[in-house]
T-cell receptor, first 110, second 110 residues
Framework: SQTIHQWPATLVQPVGSPLSLECTVE??????LYWYRQAAGRGLQLLFY??????ISSEVPQNLSASRPQDRQFILSSKKLLLSDSGFYLC?????????FGSGTRLTVV | EDQVTQSPEALRLQEGESSSLNCSYT??????LFWYRQDPGKGPEFLFT???AGEEKEKERLKATLTKKESFLHITAPKPEDSATYLC???????????FGKGTSLLVTP
């Protein structure tokens, strides 16, 4: 079956620390993958998307970066976290008519 | 600039009390309008995609409709398990991104 996995579920990190969030999909090949962020009081915002290995497009300038080292793996990273990076991070891929989202990572930067 | 506005921000219904959620949009070249359901602490769950004005889709107690300026999510005889945040998103132009509204938080009481 086609599934999407995201981890960790929750994360508390100090300001200035690095970040690595991982997303993997199963049961498909060459998917388009997306990272969204949901901040309090705001709608979901697209951060990055990838149409293939090594291909990353950024939608908004920010403190974060993304990489796609393997076909079904999408990683969100930061070298030094800011307080404003706090939020709910969601990985997604296109499955059928709609985007399918992972279970999300709640990141709190303290 | 593409805009998606959802109303009301919050809605409280009694079980069995039907109502509608609104999603108004301003985009160039609509390719699809999406409805999602999001439970607290979880990723959005896909409900419907609508592609053109006049289109309608149904799923259990939910019915989504689309005009050239807005979409409605009608909830008939809701149950407490329908309580969630309902998100609307549009995809327009040649881009990959979904542009999300801030959502309507629905609470259905017994």
């Amino acid at each position: 079956s086609q599934t999407i996995h995201q981890w960790p579920a929750t994360l508390v990190q100090p300001v200035g620390s690095p970040l690595s969030l991982e997303c993997t999909v199963e049961g498909t090949s060459n998917p388009n993958l997306y990272w969204y962020r949901q901040a309090a009081g705001r709608g979901l915002q697209l951060l990055f998307y990838s149409v293939g290995i090594g291909q990353i497009s950024s939608e908004v300038p920010q403190n974060l970066s993304a990489s796609r080292p393997q076909d079904r793996q999408f990683i969100l990273s930061s070298k030094k976290l800011l307080l404003s990076d706090s939020g709910f991070y969601l990985c997604a891929w296109i499955k059928g008519e709609g985007y399918t989202f992972g279970s999300g990572t709640r990141l709190t930067v303290v | 600039e593409d805009q998606v506005t959802q109303s009301p921000e919050a809605l409280r219904l009694q079980e069995g009390e039907s109502s509608s959620l609104n999603c108004s949009y301003t985009v160039s070249g609509l390719r699809g309008l999406f409805w999602y359901r999001q439970d607290p602490g979880k990723g959005p769950e896909f409900l419907f995609t609508l592609y053109s004005a006049g289109e309608e889709k149904e799923k259990e107690r939910l019915k989504a409709t689309l005009t050239k300026k807005e979409s409605f999510l009608h909830i008939t005889a809701p149950k407490p398990e329908d309580s969630a945040t309902y998100l609307c998103a549009v995809q327009a132009g040649s881009g990959y991104a979904l542009n999300f509204g801030k959502g309507t938080s629905l609470l259905v009481t017994p």
